[in-house]
């Protein structure tokens, strides 16, 4: 270490810099070289300028850096720190909330003159207290805070995506830069990149999401979902109306099973639901599980599991979609494919067992997550309605059908019970009475009929002579 500090403070007297030591630690200075602090294409530190890192940091990556400026005892930030102290809520009565205060990273216009002319030993406490609140969210379709190229070009590199949209992206951002010399546009990634390098970006700086960062929500059930918040959390509002696009996680869990086949044990499919559901921080009948089989294709998981492994019998394959909107999925999906997931996934099912009274040792060795959109497309809706109205039409000619039969049926058995004669008028059938009148009870004129003859007569039928009534009729009788 002596002969560290030795060299560092050699090479900046040679440079003609003063001494720069680091105080949070022994992990040294940097002023030339690749690890010089400098961004390609964002910040190319001057030649004088010293890198102090934070010995002290927590995270795997360092995002806002400190240098001391040459010539001076002064230090400055990139990337700027402007605002942070607001946007992270730390401007209060506390020390770091007045050295913020000093700064003036706690409104929105900052002198630069001030913010780049730190004490150092100042600077590097505000980037420890920023680094603590630091996490890459998806706003607006775009990254916030916004991330560096050099950044971007690690989660693509590094394996911490393989979402095309941001490889795609990623090799746009190559192309700026040839032999050190970077192009001056503006290369902007769409929604989908986004969404998948805030996913890399908390990964690649060891941001783990917390698996428990939604809170308890009101017992109510929401027909179309609940609201949610800036992080993607429910809340105790109900949404008005269905999303237009809703998403899906796709996700696998792979484990090792001992005790017996839970193949067979239609419980465990409950289990795993309400597992998934409680570490995710979604409602239970969000969670799908579709399949249940043992293990075929190992590689992936073997590479992800938690110390070594072995091809037993016991392995098995769990498949699961969870539905959620846009940004919950995303949130889900971060949740899922934490370093933690496995762990708490282990100690969900566990607790689940118990109270189920199952005699199964479960162990999960990796999972495996994706989020993939299922647009809601405008014809559905017609369809569904169309097969309604074909149903209720069908319905309703069967019932005329039946209530026709049903009195046709009636009609028939009246006839047959009482005997009743009938008579035809213009091809209509009617039941009729007969009865027999008098001549002068039939007609109302005195020539009405001649020869003094009975006449049966129906209610719907007269015939006002004799030539009349000895004409073949329909539905009438003529006797003496």
């Known amino acids: 270490m002596f002969t560290l500090l030795s060299n560092v403070v050699v090479q900046l007297l040679a440079a003609g810099v003063m001494a720069v030591t680091n105080p949070t630690g022994s992990c040294g200075v940097y002023i030339s070289g690749s690890s010089n602090g400098g961004r390609l294409g964002y910040h190319s530190p001057g030649p004088n300028d010293v890198y102090v890192p934070d010995c002290n940091l927590q995270l795997s990556r360092e995002?806002?850096?400190?240098?001391?400026?040459?010539?001076?005892?002064?230090a400055y930030v990139i990337p700027r720190p402007d605002g942070m102290g607001h946007k992270y809520n730390l401007c209060d009565s506390s020390s770091m909330g007045q050295m913020l205060e000093k700064y003036q990273m706690c409104s929105d216009v900052t002198n630069p003159s001030i913010i780049n002319s730190m004490v150092p030993e100042e600077a590097l406490k505000i980037t420890h207290a920023l680094h603590s609140k630091l996490r890459f969210r998806a706003q607006e379709d775009r990254i916030d805070p916004w991330a560096p190229d050099d950044d971007i070009l690690a989660v693509c590199n590094q394996g911490y995506t393989n979402n095309e949209d941001a490889l795609s992206h990623c090799q746009r951002l190559e192309s700026r830069c040839t032999d050190?010399?970077?192009?001056?546009?503006?290369?902007?990634?769409?929604?989908?990149?986004?969404?998948?390098?805030?996913?890399?970006?908390?990964?690649?700086?060891?941001?783990?999401?917390?698996?428990?960062?939604?809170?308890?929500?009101?017992?109510?059930?929401?027909?179309?979902?609940?609201?949610?918040?800036?992080?993607?959390?429910?809340?105790?509002?109900?949404?008005?109306?269905?999303?237009?696009?809703?998403?899906?996680?796709?996700?696998?869990?792979?484990?090792?099973?001992?005790?017996?086949?839970?193949?067979?044990?239609?419980?465990?499919?409950?289990?795993?639901?309400?597992?998934?559901?409680?570490?995710?921080?979604?409602?239970?009948?969000?969670?799908?599980?579709?399949?249940?089989s043992?293990?075929?294709?190992?590689?992936?998981?073997?590479?992800?599991?938690?110390g070594p492994r072995h091809l037993a019998q016991g392995q098995m394959v769990l498949s699961f979609t969870i539905e959620?909107?846009?940004?919950?999925?995303?949130?889900?999906?971060?949740?899922?494919?934490?370093?933690?997931?496995?762990?708490?996934?282990?100690?969900?099912?566990?607790h689940e067992m118990v109270a189920k009274k199952k005699p199964y040792t479960i162990s999960i060795l990796g999972v495996d997550a994706v989020v993939k959109e299922v647009s809601s497309t405008s014809s559905a809706p017609s369809e569904r309605a169309f097969t309604s109205k074909a149903i209720?039409?069908?319905?309703?000619?069967?019932?005329?059908?039946?209530?026709?039969?049903?009195?046709?049926?009636?009609?028939?058995?009246?006839?047959?019970?009482?005997?009743?004669?009938?008579?035809?008028?213009?091809?209509?059938?009617?039941p009729v009475k007969a009865q027999v009148v008098e001549p002068q009870q039939a007609w109302n004129t005195p020539a009405g009929n001649a020869n003094n003859q009975k006449v049966v007569v129906g209610s719907a039928i007269s015939e006002t002579s004799t030539e009349a009534s000895s004409r073949p009729s329909t539905g009438s009788t003529t006797s003496e």
Request: glycine content about 8%; hydrophobic content about 50%.
């Open 294 to 306: 043992g293990l075929r294709r190992l590689k992936r998981f073997m590479e992800q599991s938690r």
């Open 180 to 292: 050190g010399i970077c192009q001056e546009i503006a290369i902007l990634p769409n929604a989908a990149a986004v969404e998948a390098l805030v996913l890399g970006l908390n990964e690649l700086y060891g941001i783990v999401n917390d698996i428990h960062q939604c809170g308890p929500v009101c017992a109510i059930f929401c027909e179309h979902g609940n609201v949610l918040d800036a992080a993607g959390c429910p809340t105790c509002e109900c949404r008005s109306e269905p999303v237009s696009n809703s998403y899906s996680v796709q996700g696998s869990l792979v484990m090792d099973v001992t005790g017996g086949s839970i193949l067979v044990d239609t419980d465990m499919h409950g289990i795993f639901a309400r597992a998934i559901a409680n570490v995710s921080g979604v409602a239970e009948r969000s969670v799908f599980i579709f399949h249940l």
């Open 392 to 430: 209720a039409l069908i319905a309703m000619i069967s019932g005329a059908l039946l209530l026709l039969l049903v009195c046709s049926f009636v009609v028939y058995r009246f006839r047959k019970s009482h005997g009743a004669s009938t008579i035809v008028i213009a091809d209509v059938v009617a």
């Open 63 to 74: 995002y806002w850096r400190v240098f001391v400026e040459g010539g001076t005892n002064t």
């Open 324 to 350: 959620a909107s846009r940004a919950e999925a995303y949130r889900v999906a971060s949740v899922v494919l934490s370093p933690l997931a496995p762990s708490a996934l282990e100690a969900a099912v566990k």
